[in-house]
């Protein structure tokens, strides 16, 4: 008689989490429509996000945009950053409703927020685009990875001397 009722008790579970399944599945948004904004829904996204792709997240009533940097997403502290460091138009690859669904959802974690003081600057020495921040300065290895990122070509400063600032690993 128990092997029965635990039998049966198996069987209803079994049956409920079973429709649970739909919950669970991949976005299936087509490749054309990934630079549209798509609401997430409780599910992981098919393809990993890749840097330079942008997010919103709106979280306690405020809305955050933010772009996956190095394989973190990072939280652009004002419009004039975000105005002035990257092309236009901006296009978000998701809209989330909080930074955990956006960590959970992507498979990424958030890495500091990008401050005003930052910038894009090219040593007139050696022609090499650095994004700046602070004092540090990272080389954009190649036009394709500075696209990728869609970083504004206009926002690039010339500079005569880097020996000022610390020069931390590549963006490649």
Not at 37 to 66: H, L, M
Not at 92 to 102: I, K, M, V
């Amino acid at each position: 008689m128990k092997k029965l009722f635990f039998a049966s008790v198996l069987a209803i579970l079994a049956t409920s989490c079973s429709n649970d399944e739909s919950e669970n599945i991949a976005l299936q948004v087509p490749a054309e429509a990934v630079s549209n904004q798509t609401q997430a829904k409780g599910v992981i996204e098919p393809a990993p996000s890749k840097n330079g792709d942008f997010i919103k997240v709106t979280e306690n009533g405020n809305v955050f945009y933010c772009f996956l940097f190095r394989g973190s997403w990072r939280h652009v502290d004002s419009e004039m950053t975000w105005n002035g460091l990257f092309t236009s138009p901006k296009t978000f690859r998701y809209t989330f409703n909080s930074f955990n669904e956006a960590t959970v959802l992507t498979r990424k974690g958030f890495d500091n927020p990008l401050f005003a003081d930052n910038g894009l600057i090219r040593d007139a020495t050696t022609g090499k685009i650095y994004f700046r921040e602070g004092n540090t300065l990272r080389w954009i290895i190649s036009m394709e990875i500075f696209n990728a990122y869609k970083f504004n070509m206009a926002a690039v400063q010339n500079v005569n001397d880097i020996s000022n600032y610390t020069v931390l690993s590549d963006i490649n």
